[in-house]
Structure formats: structure tokens, C-alpha cells
């Protein structure tokens, strides 16, 4: 079974600062996508970024970014310029490319951002 | 942008009672979904929806739970007997292709949160 791992439960970074969070996976499939959504005080689950495991070039959104390491199974998610807004639960997901109609998302029990003005 | 809507945004419920709650998935989507997130926890996923059946369920999703798309716009989930550790946010998610048209992704819904009393 897959599993997702965020060993970081909380981080802080200054205003307009960069911030790195870190996230590993357990699969043995080949194709599957990644997933960073963004979920704050509102509780709303808001996607940030994904990734093709296919794709060997880093998606990037604007002021996100990722690393994405197949080999070592790690997706870790950059954000540049830190801003109050960023403030909020940040959590890693996994989906298969295979099983049709299933492929559930599998979550990493979060990293909690703090943004210091 | 096309959303996910969930009704009742917030719902208190005795225990014992049966609750229904409520999703209008984006109107081209397939598959459709709910997740729930116990206070402080990680998102887990509970059931998948697909061609008018579930293609998948977790433990959580026992007896007490059902899903139906009755009216071919709704999609509901009902709990029968509620109890105190039901209390959570339940979100739903609808997604569009299974294979890599989109990404993959998942729009979710803002969420209901369910307090059982």
C-alpha cells in the first residue's frame, strides 16, 4: 500500500522569505501523481500544485515550486516570497494512474506553515 | 471557475440521529468522493462513486454510511446513526478524467462540518 510522509508538523518562515516543505512517498508503481493542497483556517482544501510522475521536469505555480525526486521518492514543495496569506495547513497527496475510477487521493498528516510579518 | 458545493456548511446533530449531507459535484465530472478530517488529523478517504455505484470504500465506511446520486446532480452522504466520534469535516471531491487529461486533480467541495452532540 502507498503511503505519504510529512516529518515535519510545523514550520515557520518570515514574510517574503523562502520556505521548504518536505514530503516522501512509498509506492511500487511507475505512474502516479503528487499532490500539494493548501488548507487554511476556513478549513477548505485548496490545490497549490501537482505533479506528473512522468514528467521529469518540476511543475511550478507562480511562487510555488517543487523538487521532485522519483528516485528518492521525495516531493518537497518551495515557496518564494512568503506571504501572510500563505499562513496554513500545507498536505502532500498521492494518487495512482492506475485503477481506474478508485484512485483515491492518500494524504501525509500535514505540515502546519506559520508566516512571521 | 467551476466549484464543488457542500450543504450544510455546518451541521449539530444528537447522537443517534441520522444525518444527510449534501454535494453538487461539478457537472461534467465522473467520479466523485468523500473524504473526512477529524480535527488535527489527516484527510481519509472514505468512499469513491462511479457510473451510479461505489468503486471503493475504506474501514470507516461501514453500515452507517451510504451514498446515493439521486437526481444526477446531487451527491449525498448519509449517515444512519450518528455517533460522537462522527464529528469531523467531510468534504467531497469530484474529478473529471481518470487518466492524465487535468492532471489527475480533484476540485474539492468547502466542506461541512459535522458535530455530533
Known amino acids: 500500500a502507498q503511503t505519504v510522509t510529512q516529518s515535519q508538523p510545523e514550520m515557520s518562515v518570515q514574510e517574503a522569505e523562502t520556505v521548504t516543505l518536505s514530503c516522501t512517498y512509498d509506492t511500487s508503481e511507475s505512474d502516479y501523481y503528487l499532490f500539494w493542497y493548501k488548507q487554511p483556517p476556513s478549513r477548505q482544501m485548496i490545490l497549490v500544485i501537482r505533479q506528473e510522475a512522468y514528467k521529469q521536469q518540476n511543475a511550478t505555480e507562480n511562487r510555488f515550486s517543487v523538487n521532485f525526486q522519483k528516485a528518492a521518492k521525495s516531493f518537497s514543495l518551495k515557496i518564494s516570497d512568503s506571504q501572510l496569506g500563505d499562513a496554513a495547513m500545507y498536505f502532500c497527496?498521492?494518487?495512482?494512474?492506475?485503477?481506474?475510477?478508485?484512485?483515491?487521493?492518500?494524504f501525509g498528516t500535514g505540515t502546519l506553515l506559520a508566516v512571521q510579518p | 471557475e467551476p466549484e464543488v458545493t457542500q450543504t450544510p456548511s455546518h451541521q449539530v446533530t444528537q447522537m443517534g440521529q441520522e444525518v444527510i449531507l449534501r454535494c453538487v459535484p461539478i457537472?461534467?465530472?465522473?467520479?466523485f468522493y468523500w473524504y473526512r478530517q477529524i480535527l488535527g488529523q489527516k484527510v481519509e478517504f472514505l468512499v469513491s462513486f462511479y457510473n451510479n455505484e461505489i468503486s471503493e470504500k475504506s474501514e470507516i465506511f461501514d453500515d452507517q454510511f451510504s451514498v446515493e446520486r439521486p437526481d444526477g446532480s446531487n451527491f449525498t452522504l448519509k449517515i444512519r446513526s450518528t455517533k460522537l466520534e462522527d464529528s469531523a469535516m467531510y468534504f467531497c471531491?469530484?474529478?473529471?478524467?481518470?487518466?492524465?487529461?487535468?492532471?489527475?486533480?480533484?476540485?474539492f467541495g468547502s466542506g461541512t462540518r459535522l458535530t455530533v452532540v
Open positions: 497527496a498521492y494518487r495512482s494512474a492506475y485503477g481506474g475510477a478508485t484512485n483515491k487521493l492518500i
Open positions: 457537472s461534467n465530472h465522473l467520479y
Open positions: 471531491a469530484s474529478r473529471f478524467l481518470r487518466g492524465t487529461g487535468q492532471g489527475g486533480g480533484y476540485t
